[in-house]
């Protein structure tokens, strides 16, 4: 009777104990996917910069409505642009072309990630030039402010998923409209901090600003066109 009592009790703690490993099984298969979930994420982010500007080559041909062209234009300033280039220390005389390698001065790190993304311009000229004739050159419906507030009213009412060039006294880089948030995104040479995304009312660089002169640079269209062919 005990060696009866004895194999039951045996049958039942390998039953649960069978469970119990099924159930971690399972668990640990579901870490894996997860596991290989996110690897996929970090590989798909972490493609090369010029990796990145093939696929931007590539695509960029494939649409074939403008508005699909300039979201898309959007979409790579506001959520790839920046990872690759932050962090990349700001020069006066910084004309890198390789994010995080050197450094870049504002009105260069305008005009490199442009050429980088396939539009045709006078890279190095522009550049160098005083902001307003690359705003102009580039840009439609170019406006000048003496007063910040005043150009945050004029940037709210434009077009959501626009990309803007702006000019300020001594300093230039680009203007993300993203739904209710506008965002700068340039080469910060205040401490030569380099290329940052901010929110405008905590730009130090742009609050300090006694002029503003603002392009749309997404609303060009045939900029737009030439740049998809």
């Known amino acids: 009777m005990k060696n009866k009592n004895l194999f039951i009790y045996s049958i039942l703690f390998i ?5 119990f490993i099924i159930k971690k099984t399972k668990t ?7 596991k290989t979930l996110l690897s996929s994420d970090v590989v798909e982010d ?16 494939e649409f074939l409505k403008s508005d699909d062209a300039k979201k898309y234009l959007f979409d790579i300033y506001n959520e790839k642009i920046s990872k690759y280039w932050i962090g990349t220390k700001w ?18 790190f305008v005009t490199n990630v442009l050429a980088d993304l396939g539009f045709k311009i006078q890279r190095i000229k522009l550049a160098q030039d005083v902001s ?33 060039i702006i000019g300020l006294d001594f300093h230039t880089g680009y203007v993300l409209k993203a739904n209710e948030k506008i965002y700068f995104l340039h080469s910060n040479y205040i401490d030569n901090e380099g290329v940052i995304k901010e929110e405008i009312d905590n730009s130090k660089a742009l609050r300090s600003s006694k002029s503003f002169m603002i392009g749309n640079l997404s609303e060009n269209n045939e900029l737009i066109s030439n740049w998809m062919k």
């Open 46 to 61: 972490s493609i090369s910069y010029t990796d990145f500007l093939i696929d931007v080559k590539n695509k960029k041909t």
């Open 132 to 164: 307003s004739k690359m705003i102009n050159e580039l840009c439609v419906n170019v406006k000048r402010f003496g007063d910040f507030n005043k150009l945050k009213e004029y940037i709210e009412k434009q077009p959501n998923h626009s990309v803007f």
């Open 28 to 34: 640990e298969l579901n870490l894996d996917v997860n």
């Open 91 to 108: 020069d006066f005389n910084g004309t890198t072309r390789n994010p995080n390698e050197g450094t870049i001065a504002c009105g260069y």
């Open 15 to 19: 039953g649960i104990g069978s469970i």
